[in-house]
């Protein structure tokens, strides 16, 4: 059964507190992508990844971090930095090259609320 | 002037009635377009795939792209209550490693 999975489905943070976000996928994507979503302001990208052990900035990177050490894998932490990190966060992965190379599949999303 | 440009609705109709939603967008280079449907706190799940221009039909949707007039859009018939979500339209250039460009999403719901 592949897919992606995201976990926790739900997260609560402190302020000043760093917390990882947890991604999956069993598709054998190379590229992954993670995506915040807030109301009315659509998807916008945080990070993504092409390949293992590289990764690239998105839109709104800053108090963000991420790592791609296998190819299955690409969690993001939440920083301390990140100003208002309270939103719906979500990842995905795309298919390699041929057929429907240019989309993306989703995960669930965690939902991070700050306290 | 955003890339792409999408109505957030709300938009509400009947039972049975046909959706019309639709996207703008100003970059030509534009080449790839996807419809997603988003149920609430759900991720996005890809509805419709169309390359360049013209339409595709799967069921009761038809996407249509007119790139004259850098304008797609995605029609659904018969609509159900089941169909009430929000709508995210897509899109990307040519060249793998170009990002999606997203439209802000239209809320639809249907009333039984």
């Known amino acids: 059964d592949g897919g992606i999975t995201q976990s926790p489905k739900y997260l609560f943070r402190k302020e000043g507190q760093n917390v990882t976000l947890s991604c999956e996928q069993n598709l054998n994507h190379d590229a992954m992508y993670w995506y915040r979503q807030d109301p009315g302001q659509g998807l916008r990208l945080i990070y993504y990844s092409q390949i293992v052990n590289d990764f690239q900035k998105g839109d709104i990177a800053e108090g963000y971090s991420v790592s791609r050490e296998k190819k299955e894998s690409f969690p993001l932490t939440v920083t301390s930095a990140q100003k208002n990190p309270t939103a719906f966060y979500l990842c995905a992965s795309r298919p390699p090259t041929g057929g429907r190379a240019d989309t993306q599949y989703f995960g669930p999303g965690t939902r991070l609320t700050v306290l | 002037q955003k890339e792409v440009e999408q109505d957030p609705g709300p938009l509400s109709v009947p039972e049975g009635a046909i959706v019309s939603l639709n996207c703008t967008y100003s970059?030509?280079?534009?080449?790839?377009f996807m419809w997603y449907r988003q149920y609430s706190r759900k991720g996005p799940e890809l509805l419709m795939y169309?390359?360049s221009s013209g339409n595709k039909e799967d069921g009761r949707f038809t996407a249509q792209v007119d790139k004259s007039s850098k304008y797609i859009s995605l029609f659904i018939r018969d609509s159900q209550p089941s169909d009430s979500a929000t709508y995210l339209c897509a899109m990307k250039g040519a060249g793998n490693n170009r990002k999606l460009i997203w439209g802000l999403g239209t809320s639809l719901a249907v009333n039984p």
């Open positions: 970059n030509s280079a534009f080449q790839y």
């Open positions: 169309t390359y």
